[in-house]
């Protein structure tokens, strides 16, 4: 069991629509999450990090950790066509700042016109 | 957010050649993380480098292979030995942001004929 799980998708939602993408994890010891979109032959762009269990919403996203199912979600409101990318979960121990990130292989999302 | 850069952006080697990639970050920051994104993979965390102290290497990477060089508190450099075909992947720097996330470069595209 790898310890990251991402469904790579293609996932693919009309415009204005929520998109939902969600990473599971068998690390308990995971405290600090992070979503990043990746567009093609480009480096991976933070969207947004959350500390243990919540929510947090920052514009059209949203992101969501259930440690206790240790499942994490981001949620895209009002999907544009620009947001067709790769998005990236990822995770550590002990913060972006001290740790080396787990990954999960991305989800690659698509945003219909 | 911390402002990365990487040089080369691409390159392609013959197999047996070394090449190092550099990356510049904006600003002073203790740790500087290294990955690895292979085509369809997840990124793979190389190794931790922390100024004034050899490079931390992850299980499957070794020191030979991916030497590391971290001169100062805004630079390193990864150094990709003897490569093979298998070596062909995206490598980038990172490093971590103001509270626990974690800022990524553009990438070093390499390919290895």
């Known amino acids: 069991q790898k310890e990251v799980e991402q469904d790579p998708g293609p996932l693919s939602v009309p415009e204005g629509a929520i998109v939902s993408l969600n990473c599971t994890y068998s690390?308990?010891?995971?405290?600090?999450f992070m979503w990043y979109r990746q567009y093609s032959r480009k480096g991976p762009e933070l969207l947004m990090y959350?500390?243990?269990?919540g929510n947090k919403e920052d514009g059209r996203f949203t992101a969501q950790v259930d440690k206790s199912s240790k499942y994490i979600s981001l949620f895209i409101r009002d999907s544009q066509p620009s947001d067709s990318a790769t998005y990236l979960c990822?995770?550590?121990?002990?913060?972006?700042?001290?740790?080396?990130?787990?990954f999960g292989k991305g989800t690659h999302l698509i945003i219909q016109p | 957010s911390a402002v990365i850069s990487q040089k080369p952006s691409r390159d392609i080697c013959q197999r047996g050649t070394s090449l190092t990639i550099q990356c510049q970050v904006d600003?002073?920051?203790?740790?500087m993380f290294w990955y690895r994104q292979q085509p369809g993979q997840s990124l793979t965390l190389i190794a931790t480098?922390?100024?004034?102290?050899?490079?931390?290497?992850e299980s499957g990477f070794v020191i030979d292979k991916f030497p590391i060089s971290r001169p100062n508190l805004t630079f390193s450099t990864l150094t990709v030995s003897n490569m093979s075909p298998e070596d062909s992947s995206i490598y980038l720097c990172?490093?971590?942001?103001?509270?626990?996330?974690?800022?990524f470069g553009p990438g070093t595209r390499l390919t290895v004929t």
């Open positions: 600003s002073q920051v203790t740790m």
């Open positions: 990172s490093v971590g942001g103001v509270l626990y996330e974690q800022y």
């Open positions: 990822a995770m550590s121990v002990s913060g972006g700042g001290a740790d080396g990130l787990t």
């Open positions: 480098a922390n100024q004034g102290s050899e490079a931390t290497y």
């Open positions: 959350t500390y243990s269990s």
């Open positions: 690390n308990s010891a995971f405290q600090y």
